[in-house]
């Protein structure tokens, strides 16, 4: 989603009315790690590192949403695209990260 | 909140106590423990079963319908409540005459559902390349499944 949004800001097709497309699949993901805690709270505090670090890739895809919303208004073609390069790739550091969690707690 | 407490769940464990509801909606069972020797305990919670609504092109379509005909007020029906607001401005300007709606609104196709929402694809095509456009349904308020955004 994060380099869909970055593709749709460079291009000039990103509009407030597309701010969903990006904006929901970070309270779904908010909303699973919501119950991620409860279920943590529920196992006698045991949470395994993917958890963490799918904590860390919403954080930094919430960050990339802050940024896309202010580049969008600011920026367009590669100006923009290259303003959001960092935030993209703290985006895809922190979703490897968590592949690698979870492939080490053999979930992947 | 329809009335759904049956009495013959019963069980002389908690994991063996467990009823399964004929019908989606929200239902407020209570659950009573009793032991020999000790008092009763009792607890109660809400249980929101879930079923995914089917209707929803059905909706999409007639939201269009009701767009077609120059009926705002209408389409809105469709709408979450609280983004009906910024859906009666873009309805009252759209560039393309409403009566030509379906040149902008096309068909939708199911991507995902669940209790969190309904997502839909709107495939478009413009200057020879397919655009996927995102439409979201969501369970208002009431409980009435409508369109949050597209």
């Given at each position: 989603m994060a380099r869909k949004g970055t593709d749709l800001v460079a291009s000039g097709r990103l509009t407030a009315e597309s701010m969903p497309e990006l904006t929901y699949p970070l309270e779904r993901a908010e909303a699973f790690a919501?119950?991620?805690d409860q279920r943590t709270a529920q196992r006698n505090g045991f949470r395994p590192p993917s958890l963490d670090a799918f904590d860390d890739l919403v954080a930094r895809y919430r960050e990339f949403l802050v940024a896309l919303d202010r580049v969008r208004r600011e920026r367009s073609g590669e100006a923009a695209r290259a303003a959001l390069a960092q935030p993209l790739a703290a985006v895809e550091a922190a979703a490897e990260s968590v592949r690698v969690a979870l492939r080490a707690e053999r979930r992947l | 909140m329809p009335p759904d407490r049956p009495a013959a769940a019963v069980g002389r464990t908690p994991e063996n106590v467990s009823h399964t509801y004929a019908k989606p909606g929200l239902f407020p069972p209570i659950v009573t423990a009793r032991s020999p020797e000790g008092p009763t305990l009792?607890?109660?919670?809400?249980?929101?079963?879930?079923?995914?609504?089917t209707d929803l092109v059905h909706k999409w379509n007639a939201m269009k319908a009701a767009l077609?005909?120059?009926?705002?007020?209408?389409?809105?029906?469709?709408?979450?409540?609280?983004?009906?607001?910024?859906?009666?401005?873009?309805?009252t300007h759209l560039?393309?005459?409403?009566?030509?709606?379906?040149?902008v609104l096309l068909d939708i196709k199911p991507v995902r559902i669940d209790q969190m929402g309904a997502e839909f694809e709107m495939l478009r095509v413009e200057d020879g390349k397919t655009y996927s456009y995102f439409v979201l349904f969501v369970r208002d308020y009431d409980g009435i499944w409508r369109v949050k955004s597209f």
């Amino acid at each position: 989603m994060a380099r869909k949004g970055t593709d749709l800001v460079a291009s000039g097709r990103l509009t407030a009315e597309s701010m969903p497309e990006l904006t929901y699949p970070l309270e779904r993901a908010e909303a699973f790690a919501r119950e991620a805690d409860q279920r943590t709270a529920q196992r006698n505090g045991f949470r395994p590192p993917s958890l963490d670090a799918f904590d860390d890739l919403v954080a930094r895809y919430r960050e990339f949403l802050v940024a896309l919303d202010r580049v969008r208004r600011e920026r367009s073609g590669e100006a923009a695209r290259a303003a959001l390069a960092q935030p993209l790739a703290a985006v895809e550091a922190a979703a490897e990260s968590v592949r690698v969690a979870l492939r080490a707690e053999r979930r992947l | 909140m329809p009335p759904d407490r049956p009495a013959a769940a019963v069980g002389r464990t908690p994991e063996n106590v467990s009823h399964t509801y004929a019908k989606p909606g929200l239902f407020p069972p209570i659950v009573t423990a009793r032991s020999p020797e000790g008092p009763t305990l009792t607890a109660s919670g809400i249980v929101d079963v879930f079923a995914p609504p089917t209707d929803l092109v059905h909706k999409w379509n007639a939201m269009k319908a009701a767009l077609r005909r120059g009926d705002v007020d209408a389409a809105l029906e469709f709408i979450r409540i609280d983004s009906r607001q910024r859906y009666r401005e873009m309805f009252t300007h759209l560039t393309v005459n409403l009566a030509q709606i379906d040149e902008v609104l096309l068909d939708i196709k199911p991507v995902r559902i669940d209790q969190m929402g309904a997502e839909f694809e709107m495939l478009r095509v413009e200057d020879g390349k397919t655009y996927s456009y995102f439409v979201l349904f969501v369970r208002d308020y009431d409980g009435i499944w409508r369109v949050k955004s597209f």
